[in-house]
């Protein structure tokens, strides 16, 4: 697929509070989108080996036919992390390695759902919403901790599958603690980009199965960017 040259993808750090700030005036939360839209969705994660000067890291996408929930192709990548871990510009070590995976998709999904945020961001900017501009597709939000803004923060939502409790910073709803299945740890959900709260939430709920609180595509990610660590290390020896 082809990927969208927003901004150098290892710019100087003083400029990224500035590229966040710029990017979010564009994000827009507001459209309604089903499961029923889509024929395709991708589920993206990274993972990392390593630390300090020596950190490697390990993206992997799934892509997903809806109508049979099968995986219709895959594309990874494997890279030097030459950035330390900052809170709130995570994006800018994650992003090299995501675009480089997705310019090798023959298929241009959907919708991404990424292991991580959305707009539920101190700039509004968390991965889902940064790289939906390289992709050019709506994304969502999926992380599996919860990231405090504002020391904000969350009530724990009812123990049925399908409960869940907004997240609110100021006056404005960022995301949602979703119980995506009975008696689990919630997940945090909040749109990235091209795609409203609600709908993405009842996203994650449809594409979550009995074994996972993780959405099926995002699961299939993980779980691939951990065996991809360990052919690594395995390799290194």
């Known amino acids: 697929?082809?990927?969208?040259?927003?901004?150098?993808?290892?710019?100087?750090?003083?400029?990224?509070?500035?590229?966040?700030?710029?990017?979010?005036?564009?994000?827009?939360?507001?459209?309604?989108l089903r499961l029923e839209d889509l024929r395709t969705v991708a589920g993206v994660d990274l993972a990392y080996a390593g630390e300090g000067d020596s950190e490697t890291g390990f993206c992997h996408i799934a892509?997903?036919?809806?109508?049979?929930?099968?995986?219709?192709?895959?594309?990874?990548?494997?890279?030097?992390?030459?950035?330390?871990?900052?809170?709130?510009?995570l994006t800018f070590r994650?992003?090299?390695?995501?675009?480089?995976?997705?310019?090798?998709?023959?298929?241009?999904?959907?919708l991404f759902l990424f292991d991580g945020n959305g707009i539920l961001h101190?700039?509004?900017?968390?991965?889902?919403?940064?790289?939906?501009f390289f992709l050019g597709k709506p994304a969502v939000g999926v992380a599996k901790?919860?990231?405090?803004?504002?020391?904000?923060?969350?009530?724990?939502?009812?123990?049925?599958?399908?409960?869940?409790?907004?997240?609110?910073?100021g006056r404005e709803t960022l995301g949602r603690a979703v119980r995506t299945s009975a008696g689990v740890k919630p997940v945090?959900?909040?749109?990235?980009?091209?795609?409203?709260?609600?709908?993405?939430?009842?996203?994650?709920?449809?594409?979550?199965g009995p074994e996972s609180r993780l959405s099926i595509p995002v699961r299939e990610a993980d779980i691939s960017t951990r065996r991809m660590r360990r052919e690594w290390e395995k390799e290194q020896k």
């Open 1 to 32: 697929m082809q990927v969208n040259d927003i901004h150098p993808l290892r710019p100087d750090t003083e400029e990224f509070i500035h590229i966040q700030e710029r990017l979010a005036k564009q994000i827009d939360v507001s459209r309604p």
């Open 63 to 89: 892509v997903f036919d809806t109508a049979t929930m099968r995986v219709m192709e895959r594309a990874g990548a494997v890279g030097e992390i030459d950035m330390p871990y900052n809170p709130g510009f």
């Open 94 to 110: 994650e992003l090299p390695l995501i675009v480089e995976a997705a310019g090798k998709l023959e298929t241009v999904p959907d």
């Open 122 to 132: 101190p700039r509004r900017m968390g991965i889902a919403s940064h790289a939906s």
């Open 145 to 169: 901790t919860y990231f405090r803004i504002a020391e904000t923060e969350y009530k724990e939502p009812g123990w049925e599958k399908g409960s869940y409790t907004d997240i609110t910073v």
């Open 188 to 208: 945090f959900v909040s749109p990235g980009n091209g795609i409203d709260l609600d709908s993405a939430t009842d996203l994650v709920l449809s594409l979550t």
